[in-house]
């Protein structure tokens, strides 16, 4: 009889309980409401950290220069509730790669996550561009952030050392300037196994324009390898006395075996 009445009040119970458990889960659902994604972008790189805001400045309009976005994405649903995340460029001309599609990077913790996309500009007009983010999660719901930066050509001369060779003991070089105005005079400097062993005076050079150069006399210096070995190393602009596009490819390194 103890049992029986267990039994109906248990199949009571099963009755009865479904219909709390349904407003229980109404109640549980509108508690974890969908929310829309947050953003926080970054551009890189700033190729004017001394200058506010982010500069993009291209040394050669002829090449490709990348942009790379990376944008924290936070969801209160969760990292994996974002579904996608793209950003739209605009400025003064079209960019190709627009819109670009960031990818899933990295999750930092259990609602945010860091997606990375980049994007490349050439010969864009300078000015100022916008890259708006967007992030979209599985319940349609988007969140946005923009992001501005200065797209600028490098108006400065750019020397590098394209080659260099021996002609018995005396060391030549090529010496190029692909930067974007007139270098003035330089001077290159020859290295051999870290000593300076030369000093060259440069003509001034146009835009795109090369000259084959060598070490002459330098404290009665005259090259002869040193077994097993040589480091040969010719800089342009020594002192840095040229205000250059890039500072950081001017010096030509190699290792030569005796023979
Ligand atoms: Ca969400
Ligand atoms: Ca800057
Ligand atoms: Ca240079
Ligand atoms: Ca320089």
Not at 97 to 102: C, E, F, G, W, Y
Not at 119 to 147: I, W
Not at 150 to 168: E, F
Request: aromatic share 8%.
């Amino acid at each position: 009889m103890f049992v029986k009445g267990l039994v109906v009040l248990f199949l009571l119970s099963t009755m009865l309980v479904p219909a709390v458990n349904v407003q229980a889960e109404v109640n549980s659902r509108a508690t974890v409401l969908n929310t829309a994604p947050t953003l926080d972008s970054f551009l890189s790189p700033d190729d004017d950290p001394a200058t506010p805001g982010v500069q993009v400045i291209n040394n050669n309009p002829n090449t490709n220069k990348m942009v790379t976005i990376i944008v924290n994405v936070s969801d209160d649903n969760g990292w994996d509730d974002v579904a996608s995340v793209t950003a739209e460029i605009t400025g003064p001309s079209v960019v190709e790669d627009s819109p670009v599609n960031l990818n899933f990077d990295s999750a930092v913790n259990i609602t945010t996550a860091i997606y990375k996309g980049s994007f490349s500009m050439s010969d864009h007009l300078e000015g100022d561009y916008k890259v708006e983010v967007t992030a979209t999660d599985a319940g349609g719901l988007s969140g946005t952030n923009s992001r501005n930066f200065t797209y600028a050509i490098c108006k400065l001369p750019d020397l590098v050392i394209t080659d260099v060779w021996n002609v018995g003991n005396r060391i030549y070089y090529n010496i190029t300037n692909i930067g974007n105005a007139p270098a003035p005079r330089s001077l290159s400097i020859l290295r051999v196994d870290g000593r300076l062993r030369g000093i060259d005076l440069v003509r001034r050079l146009n835009s795109g324009e090369s000259s084959t150069e060598s070490f002459r006399w330098y404290r009665w210096y005259r090259w002869r390898c040193s077994p097993p070995g040589d480091t040969i190393t010719v800089c342009a602009d020594f002192r840095n006395r040229i205000d250059e596009c890039n500072e950081t490819n001017n010096c030509r390194r190699a290792v030569w075996s005796c023979r």
